[in-house]
Structure formats: structure tokens, C-alpha cells
């Protein structure tokens, strides 16, 4: 009998926590305040000329800040588009898929890295999500960037997807929000198929030989400078070119 009344807290305390931590990861909301970048993704979707799409968050949105230089030189003549939208987590760019990103597209190949704002927002109450306070696994967030790929899939089926490893942040190795980032890696690595989607991780390039990160690189420990788009560009470059072939 103690064993079943056992059995029965532990499932309703696992019931409990299951109702107290909703996987925001894979819930579409609206990033407050974006609607005009938003809005301008769904006229360059709508034109259909596209060919290569850039799919994420701030560290892609850069590609118009401190990699502009690079964007210009390689990506744009491939007829490339910037869709990365700084702050953007998982269940916001599954928001813009659910709202007019990439109807009418029909790009050759979409490369996209989502996910290091699900780990670092953790802990910061949410507008969106009614000042709740957010919370997100390296699970829950493989789980969003999973009804990411589902989504691309439906609306561009002839595209290749090439998912990119979430870049590494912090300091060193020890960085709690690197490490998540990390696990969540090694669960999205999964998601690949070798014929419409794909995966590369190129973390360890922007790295020192010890694991740090250094400010030369990315000055924030997070964004990359001008020469870490370099380096971001050289590394996928060739991948990419396949996938558009």
C-alpha cells in the first residue's frame, strides 16, 4: 500500500511540474515589437525570388550589422535573404512561419540556427508570455527547433535545410548557458536526414585552443564582431554551395 501511495505522489507531483513549466519552446507568440521587420519578410516571401534564406535570431539579424560586409561579398549574390530577427527564441520564429514568413518563397536551401534565447531569457519574466517567467530546456528548445524544421518542411519542401550547431557563448567551457546550448546541440544533430535537412556545428571555430572565447571575436561573449562573421562565413560556405546546387 506505501508503495502505490508513493507511486501516486510521484505522479501527481510529475503532473504538477508538467502544468507549472508549459514548453514555451513550441508555443507560437508574437515577439512584441518586431511587427515591422516581420511584415517585411512576409513582401520579400511574397516576391519569390529568394533562393537562399538566413533563419534566426540576433547573431543572424547581424549579418546586416557587423557582417555586412561579408553578406555583401558572398551571400547576396547567391540572391540570399536575411530573416533573423534579434531576440527572436524558437516559438517566435514558429509565430512568423504560422504568419506569412516564407509564403510564396521557394528558396533552394534555408540555413537556420535558433535557440541560444531560449537558454540565455531563462529566469526573465515575458511580455508576450504574461510576465510569466521564462524557463526553457536544452530538450524543450530541441523541441521547438524540431516544429521549426516540420514547418520549413510543409511550406518549402523542395528546400535543403541546413540547421547550424547553436554558436558557443561565455567566457569558457564553465558557462552554464554555453553548456545548454551544448546539450541542446547534441539533441538537434539528431534531426538530420542527409537529404533535405543537415546539420553542422561550427562552434569550435570561433574558439581558442583552451575553449575560451575570446573578445575578439565576440566582444559581448554572444554576438560575433566582423571577424566572426568571417569566420562563420568560410565555414559554411562550401556547404552551402551544395545545398544550392
Same mark, same amino acid.
Given at each position: 500500500?506505501? $508503495?502505490?501511495?508513493? +507511486? ?18 513550441? &508555443? ?11 511584415? +517585411? ?18 547573431? *543572424?539579424?547581424?549579418? /546586416? =550589422? ?7 561579398? *558572398? ?25 506569412? !514568413? ?12 535558433? =535557440?541560444? !534565447? !531560449? ?6 519574466? &515575458? ?7 521564462? &524557463?526553457?530546456?536544452?530538450?524543450? $528548445? ?27 557563448? =561565455? ?12 546539450? *541542446?546541440?547534441? @539533441? ?11 546539420? @553542422? ?5 570561433? @574558439?581558442?585552443?583552451?575553449? *575560451?572565447? +575570446? ?10 564582431? /566582423?571577424? =566572426? ?11 552551402? !554551395?551544395?545545398?544550392?546546387?
Amino acid at each position: 500500500m506505501k $508503495t502505490s501511495v508513493a +507511486s501516486l505522489v510521484a505522479l501527481v507531483a510529475s503532473l504538477v511540474s508538467a502544468v507549472a513549466a508549459p514548453n514555451y519552446a513550441v &508555443q507560437p507568440v508574437l515577439h512584441p515589437g518586431t511587427e515591422k521587420r516581420h511584415e +517585411s519578410f512576409n513582401v520579400i516571401s511574397k516576391k519569390g525570388e529568394a533562393e537562399l534564406v538566413f533563419l534566426g535570431d540576433s547573431i *543572424t539579424h547581424g549579418w /546586416e =550589422g557587423k557582417g555586412k560586409a561579408v553578406w555583401e561579398k *558572398t551571400w547576396a549574390p547567391l540572391k540570399a535573404a536575411n530573416f533573423g530577427i534579434g531576440g527572436d527564441r524558437t516559438e517566435h520564429v514558429l509565430w512568423r512561419l504560422e504568419n506569412g !514568413n516564407f509564403d510564396g518563397l521557394k528558396p533552394k536551401a534555408i540555413v537556420l540556427m535558433i =535557440g541560444t !534565447n !531560449n537558454t540565455g531569457h531563462q529566469g526573465r519574466p &515575458q511580455k508576450e508570455l504574461n510576465g510569466a517567467v521564462y &524557463q526553457c530546456t536544452a530538450e524543450q $528548445t530541441a523541441e521547438g527547433v524540431k516544429a521549426i524544421l516540420a514547418k520549413l518542411r510543409q511550406k518549402c519542401p523542395d528546400a535543403k535545410i541546413l540547421v547550424l550547431g547553436i554558436f558557443p557563448r =561565455g567566457a569558457n567551457k564553465d558557462d552554464k548557458f554555453r553548456q545548454q546550448n551544448e546539450a *541542446t546541440n547534441a @539533441l538537434i544533430k539528431g534531426f538530420a536526414d542527409g537529404q533535405k535537412v543537415f546539420f @553542422l556545428d561550427i562552434g569550435a571555430k570561433f @574558439l581558442e585552443a583552451d575553449g *575560451t572565447l +575570446s573578445k575578439a571575436i565576440m566582444p559581448d561573449l554572444l554576438h560575433p564582431n /566582423e571577424k =566572426g562573421y568571417e569566420i562563420w562565413s568560410a565555414a559554411i560556405r562550401d556547404e552551402v !554551395n551544395a545545398l544550392l546546387r
